[in-house]
């Protein structure tokens, strides 16, 4: 009888994701949120839960943009995103919002909109959003790749999209309108190619530097992070850059790395060491986060072999530098700082 029950504890445990022979990268995070991207679809492989437990912070990828939770004007549907939020929950992880407004996988409604229509649409979208996880979710990113590739250093250029020639001031309109419906909640912009390759990753800077001398209601940046091994900053380049963004007085989140391993593991490693030792040599930079769990679960396909986790979701050589890095960094306290 006591062989039995032990047997059942195993597997009850077991089956809740609770059992990895191998340490947990939130087990090294402390305070510090270290996080993943997920797809609610794949709740049900238990392989999947299980490499995702690892973590204490999750984003969707894409059920709590408004394509997810507003696909037609007006009826508002958050149970695509609530799935998320609440695995999150069972699972001991904070949560992140994102995106509350962005150009692409736009719902076909809110595309077509022109002029007041699609700035009363904009309001509304993020009243309603806001309002609902009001004390859930403490941080959004409330505005997603404004700025067009081909800034360069000191200038930016707005997107040419349909947001920016029906309301040329969205970016503004749509930060405080998340400030007055949510108070407490810290406003994030996130774009790709902000890591400190390109003349983007300059011109951004600038972007939010200038919403902030204009008392525009910004918290952070995201800086995606979409590398690979032959294309990243060196250290002293990111670890510069954070250090930057820190003097404004902006958060700092890496949102969505990823890196094409170009067969290199230990190369891969490497470059996802130096982004996280950056980030945490800077007070500001308060989360990590991976865009996916396993290879076979990336935008980059699994031939890129970009995330911490292989097919089978067994932990590679960029997972346990991770786990070496966050060893040696930031101590405090073990509680996720996330509204109850």
Not at 47 to 76: R, T
Not at 217 to 223: A, K, N, R, Y
Request: glycine share 8%; hydrophobic share 35%.
């Amino acid at each position: 009888m006591r062989f039995i029950n032990i047997l059942t504890i195993a597997t009850t445990l077991l089956a809740a994701g609770s059992v990895n022979a191998y340490d947990s990268l939130k087990s090294k995070a402390g305070n510090f949120r270290i996080g993943v991207a997920a797809n609610a679809m794949k709740f049900n492989n238990q392989a999947y839960v299980n490499a995702m437990s690892n973590f204490n912070y999750m984003v969707a990828e894409n059920d709590c943009k408004m394509v997810g939770i507003q696909p037609q004007q007006g009826k508002y549907n958050f149970s695509a995103c609530d799935r998320h939020y609440n695995k999150a929950k069972e699972l001991g992880m904070a949560f992140r919002g994102h995106c509350l407004i962005w150009h692409s996988m736009p719902p076909q409604w809110f595309q077509n909109l022109k002029g007041n229509a699609l700035k009363n649409a904009i309001v509304d979208h993020i009243n309603k959003t806001l309002k609902y996880y009001e004390g859930k979710i403490d941080t959004w990113d409330v505005v997603n790749e404004a700025i067009d590739d081909s800034s360069n250093g000191p200038q930016w250029k707005m997107r040419p999209s349909f947001l920016y020639q029906n309301v040329p001031d969205f970016v503004d309109l749509a930060f405080k309108t998340a400030r007055a419906a949510s108070p407490r909640t810290k406003l994030f912009y996130n774009d790709y190619n902000t890591e400190g390759i390109y003349g983007k990753s300059e011109a951004v800077f600038n972007f939010v530097k200038d919403m902030k001398s204009r008392g525009i209601p910004i918290d952070g940046v995201g800086l995606q992070y979409h590398v690979s091994t032959q294309a990243h900053p060196q250290y002293n380049k990111i670890n510069d850059l954070i250090g930057r963004y820190c003097k404004l007085g902006l958060q700092v989140h890496i949102t969505e790395m990823d890196v094409k391993s170009g067969g290199n593991a230990q190369a891969q490693a490497s470059v996802y060491s130096d982004a996280l030792k950056a980030c945490l040599n800077n007070s500001c930079c308060t989360a990590f986060l991976v865009w996916g769990v396993g290879d076979n679960d990336s935008w980059l396909g699994a031939n890129e072999a970009g995330l911490l986790f292989n097919g089978s979701y067994q932990p590679k050589a960029s997972y346990n530098a991770l786990l070496q890095t966050l060893g040696g960094g930031r101590s405090g306290d073990k509680k996720i700082s996330q509204y109850t």
